[in-house]
């Protein structure tokens, strides 16, 4: 294994883990804009109300795309299984 293989699998991990990790954190940043929105124009300042509807937010979104989150991950893990295979 060189360089341009251990680079090749780094940059790989890092764009399952942005593509898998997406949906959870695009919904994450709506609902606290929603609720920052909220806020603001209603001058309630609980500390309570920026996460409770992130994490159900979150939850929700995960449990949806739990099948597109493990094919990600398991696309990778049959490309570095392979590489291993073929001795990279």
């Known amino acids: 294994?060189?360089?341009?293989?251990a680079l090749d699998i780094v940059q790989s991990a890092i764009w399952t883990i942005i593509i898998a990790s997406g949906p959870a954190v695009a919904?994450?940043?709506?609902?606290?804009?929603?609720?920052a929105l909220f806020q603001a124009l209603t001058q309630v300042?609980?500390?309570?109300?920026?996460?409770?509807?992130?994490?159900?937010?979150?939850?929700?979104v995960t449990a949806l795309t739990a099948t597109f989150i493990g094919q990600q991950i398991l696309?990778?893990?049959q490309e570095i299984?392979?590489?291993?295979?073929?001795g990279f």
């Open 1 to 5: 294994m060189n360089e341009a293989d």
């Open 27 to 35: 919904v994450a940043m709506l609902v606290g804009i929603a609720v």
């Open 45 to 60: 300042q609980e500390v309570t109300l920026t996460f409770i509807p992130k994490i159900i937010a979150v939850l929700v």
């Open 75 to 77: 696309a990778f893990t």
């Open 81 to 86: 299984y392979g590489r291993i295979g073929t």
